[in-house]
C-alpha cells in the first residue's frame, strides 16, 4: 500500500512535466522573394511569445509558390490575383503590406537613365520580372502608363532575380520592388518612376485549409496584418496595409 501511495502521489508531477500538450510546431511559409529579409525578422519576433513554433520558409516568386500549396501551411503573395484558387485550398486572404516599383540600374547609374522611355531604346539590355507572375504583371501596368513599349532581353523568375541581372552588369536596367534595393546594397542603384505612373503593390497572406495546423497559421497572418509586424514591415521599406 505505501508503495501505490507512493506512485500515486507521483503522478500529478509526472504530468506537469509535460508541455500542457502543446508540443512543438513547425509552420511552413511560401512567401514571395521580396519578403526574404522581413520574414526572417517576422518570424523571430513572432516566435518570442509563442515559443512552440518553428518556422520553414519558401521564398520565391508568387506564381512557383502557390503552385506548392500543398507542401505549406501560409502563402503570402505580391498580389490578389496570384492566391485566386478554389475557396477549399485557401482561408480569407488578409493585406498586410504594401510596395511600389523602381528602376533598378548599375552603381551610379553610368547610362543616365532617368526615366521609364529610356528602357525602351534598343541598345538598352532591360530585365523584367515574369509576364505569369505579380512582378511582370506591375511592370506592364508602370510602361504602359507611361506609354512605353519594352522588349525584355529576359524575363526572371522574381524580383531579386532581375536585380542579380543588374548587379552582374548581365542587364542594363530592370523593374524591381523598391525595397529590394536595400538588399542590393551599393551593387546597385534605382531611378525613381513617379507616382503617377506606379502601382501599388499589395501582399496579401492566407492560412492554407489542408493545413494540419490550420488555427496557428491563420492565427499568424491576423499577425501578420496587426500593428506590432506592420511596425517591422516599415522598418523594411513596406508601406502600411
Given amino acids: 500500500m505505501r508503495v501505490l501511495a507512493a506512485f500515486l502521489l507521483l503522478l500529478p508531477l509526472a504530468a506537469g512535466c509535460g508541455t500542457g500538450g502543446e508540443g512543438p510546431v513547425t509552420l511552413r511559409i511560401l512567401a514571395d522573394s521580396s519578403l526574404t529579409e522581413v520574414m526572417a525578422d517576422l518570424t523571430a519576433v513572432y516566435r518570442q511569445s509563442h515559443r512552440h513554433l518553428r518556422f520553414r520558409l519558401r521564398l520565391d516568386g508568387s506564381q512557383i509558390i502557390t503552385g506548392e500549396l500543398d507542401k505549406g501551411d501560409v502563402v503570402i503573395t505580391a498580389d490578389a490575383r496570384s492566391l ?97 534595393m536595400k538588399w542590393a546594397g551599393a551593387a546597385a542603384s534605382s531611378v525613381a518612376i513617379p507616382a503617377a505612373q506606379n502601382v501599388t503593390v499589395v501582399y496579401p497572406a492566407a492560412a492554407i485549409s489542408e493545413s494540419p495546423h490550420r488555427d496557428e497559421a491563420a492565427a499568424f497572418v491576423n499577425w501578420l496584418a496587426g500593428p506590432e509586424a506592420t511596425a517591422l514591415f516599415n522598418k523594411y521599406g513596406f508601406q502600411s496595409p
Fill in 84 to 180: 485566386r484558387s478554389p475557396d477549399e485550398e485557401l482561408e480569407p486572404a488578409r493585406t498586410i503590406a504594401r510596395n511600389s516599383l523602381t528602376i533598378a540600374v548599375a552603381p551610379g547609374n553610368p547610362l543616365r537613365v532617368r526615366n521609364l522611355v529610356r528602357l525602351a531604346e534598343r541598345r538598352m539590355k532591360v530585365v523584367l520580372g515574369p509576364s505569369t507572375g505579380p512582378l511582370g504583371r506591375y511592370s506592364q501596368q508602370v510602361l504602359a502608363s507611361a506609354g512605353v513599349v519594352v522588349k525584355p532581353r529576359s524575363e526572371e523568375a522574381s524580383a531579386r532575380a532581375v536585380l542579380s541581372m543588374v548587379r552582374s552588369g548581365e542587364a542594363d536596367a530592370g523593374l524591381v520592388y523598391i525595397t529590394d
